[in-house]
């Protein structure tokens, strides 16, 4: 898969895997394309090549989650979390109350992400931390085969990223979903996830984080001042367990055509 | 077309004060509350989708609506809203189709239905008379087609409101996130412009040109201040808005006061948009 924007190549025949029930991790400095393969992911960026999306075993296209990035949104509008997580999926309008069952879908939803008081709380009021998890949650809402992240942790501080990441962990393997996340924390790539897509415009290296973030293709990717973090990320900060692939979840490959 | 005479008769009979007796008032006072639910609603939008500008650029292209309506020989009440839904529908089909900003695109569309509105109407003196019509507004000119024309508009608007307003929301706080969680974005945007552009025109007839954009954001401002949830705000904006025209028609109308009653109406939802910030000042002091 190749992505130009206004001539630029910002993807460079790019062929990647994305394993079933996994957690992969797309990582590279800034600007290097990270987001921009998400989005030719998710199919709201014009490519060349191909994403090929596996079906559910039952045949059908995955359901599709979806976490932006420090998502930028008007924050005085007075919009509660339960509206919030109500507006996707009840019909009639808000104006006329959220109904009882989609109170207690919503309420069942900010329990699975720790932010079960956050319910009655106005979106705009909540923390950076807080509204991820409350992102998550209504990603969530779609009851998704393939939960797509968009540097979730960005501008979050640490306890409320180490938070998100747990929850996320045990959500993955309650659910048995498909993960990917764009992020530049190594150290996230080294206890989180179970496969890893080095980018740089081009793919650098993919497969099992530690065989792939070595000082050669971190240099690579990021340049010369990265040779000592190998070193770190393996005892990095984020205290999240790895939970191994089942075959519950769709797989993604995108490549060359 | 229906008798409207006893609904008049009923209005008349329901608020008992005198300037309420005569006809052109009763038909006012059914064509404003027929009009302030709809813009109220179709303003809680307007303002959380930054679109106060689109209107604006909406209200200006009912000059050109005029003046092409003289040169085919179609009537102004259809000539206008043809030409407001086009615009309205062609900003949107612009804004998704390039790579300017959104203000840039409007004002660019802006620009030429204002000129090409009053380059006709500088070749026709005739239609120049009309321009101070379109200006300021005359809700007391309304006409039995004109309510009829309001009453149809608002049913389409209620289904559309009933229908829509959670995705709208939803369009509001992040049109992308909205996108990729099957929200059909772009056929809500195009619906939601031509519904705008038809409701902006038919509030050109009763606020002018002018005012037509403060009726839509105006009681939509006071009542973000004042909601603390979706529902919350829309209800404030309807009842702001209602109460604004029926209390503007009224003053407007009592012999020691005798102003227009477009201005009247704004000023009194300008009041309640004052009085928004006492309960904003008070969450705040409570926050600290």
Redesign the interface.
Known sequence: MSVVLGGVPVLDRITAMIPRGGCTCIVGPNGAGKTTMLMAL?G?MPHSGAVRISRMPDGRAPR???V?QR????R?????VV??L???V?????????GRKFRERATDLLERVNASHLGSR??GALSGGELQRVLLA??F??DPDLLILDEPAAGVDFRGGQLFCEVLENLRAAHGFTQVMVTHDLGLVSNHATHAVLLNRQIIAEGRPHDILTQEHLTAAFGTHMGGAVVDIATGPCHCTNHGPDDASPGVGGGQE | MPDLSGLMHLVGLLIPIESMQSLFMQKAFVGLLLLAPMTAAMGVQVVNLRMAFFSDAISHSAFAGVALGMLFSIHPHWAMPLLGVTVGVGIVAIQRHSMLSSDTVIGVLFAAVTAFGLALVSRAPELARDTQTFLYGDILTITDFDLMQLAMLLVVLTVFEIWSFNRMLYICINPRLAEIHRVAVATYQYIFAALLALVVIFSVWAMGVLLVTALLVVPAAAARNLARSAGGMFWWAVTISCSSAVAGLLISALPQVRTATGATIILIAFAWFLVSFVPVAARRESAR
Request: no cysteine; charged share 20%.
């Open positions: 998710l709201k599709i989650g979806y932006p998502m930028d949104f008007d005085g509008m007075p919009l509660t509206e919030f109500a507006m996707g009840q019909r009639r309008p808000l104006w006329l109350g959220v106005r979106l209504l990603a809402q779609q």
